[in-house]
């Protein structure tokens, strides 16, 4: 099973800075590398999928990067809605599945 | 609106079964890929398991396989899991997700739409 792991586990900014979350995969996801944000409460929300394709509605503010087993999630200017926690998601091949990473809480400062 | 709405959660003892469903509306249901994910209260997402468009293809989690089972009717544009021999540590809020692909497992990449989700207590 491909291992997905985050870093930070919290990242503490101001609203107005960037951040960047770190996505790290055991072996090769090739592009197939999705992030979600999730606020208390809520569903998650699908922010970028293929690693680097903005979904339906996201802000440009919101990019990602990456391919293989490494991948970055960057918010380019922090608005007060965007503190919540953020997960990244592959597929595998095989065996068949899907994994999360664990999560990194985005909080203010 | 594209919207997905599950129902069927409950509290159920160790052991037994329950049956959740999600209701789609606002897009092709027979065209797309459907998924559950949970997750545990305070936890993270953890997928449970995926259906191609059509029904012919069907993958669990570990965690699930041989205990839940997941179906669709797409006459009723309704994606169902039945889950059996329920245990403790399937506590948590069930979510029913729409993939973005439309093809079979290889073009389900992505979880785009999500329902509200449905809480599972198992508990004696």
């Known amino acids: 099973e491909i291992v997905l792991t985050q ?12 951040a960047t979350l770190s996505c790290r995969a055991s072996q090769s996801v090739s592009s197939y590398l999705a992030w979600y944000q999730q606020k ?8 970028i999928y293929d690693a680097s394709n903005r979904a339906t509605g996201i802000p440009a503010r919101f990019s990602g990067s990456g391919s293989g087993t ?7 200017s922090l608005e007060p809605e965007d503190f919540a926690v953020y997960y990244c998601q592959q597929r595998s091949n095989w065996p068949p599945g899907y994994t999360f990473g664990q999560g990194t809480k985005l909080e203010i400062k | 609106q594209v919207q997905l709405v599950e129902s069927g959660g409950g509290v159920v003892q160790p052991g037994r079964s329950l049956r959740l469903s ?10 797309y890929g459907m998924h559950w994910v949970r997750q545990a209260p305070g936890k993270g997402l953890e997928w449970v398991a995926v ?43 069930y979510y029913c997700a ?20 449905t809480m599972v207590t198992v508990s004696s």
């Not at chain 2, 965690?63 to 309704?78: A, E």
Request: net charge negative.
């Open chain 2, 22 to 31: 999600c209701a789609a509306s606002g897009f092709t249901f027979s065209s």
């Open chain 2, 51 to 93: 259906i191609s468009y059509d029904g012919s293809n069907k993958y669990y989690a570990d965690s699930v396989k041989g205990r839940f089972t997941i179906s669709r009717d797409n006459s009723k544009n309704t994606l169902y899991l039945q889950m059996n021999s329920l245990r403790a540590e399937d506590t948590a809020v």
């Open chain 1, 70 to 76: 490494d991948f970055t999630l960057t918010i380019s």
């Open chain 2, 98 to 117: 729409k993939d973005k692909g439309q093809g079979d497992y290889g073009d389900l990449n992505a979880f785009d739409i999500w329902g509200q989700g």
């Open chain 1, 7 to 18: 870093s930070p586990a919290t990242l503490s900014l101001s609203p107005g800075e960037r």
């Open chain 1, 40 to 47: 208390p409460g809520q569903a998650p929300r699908l922010l």
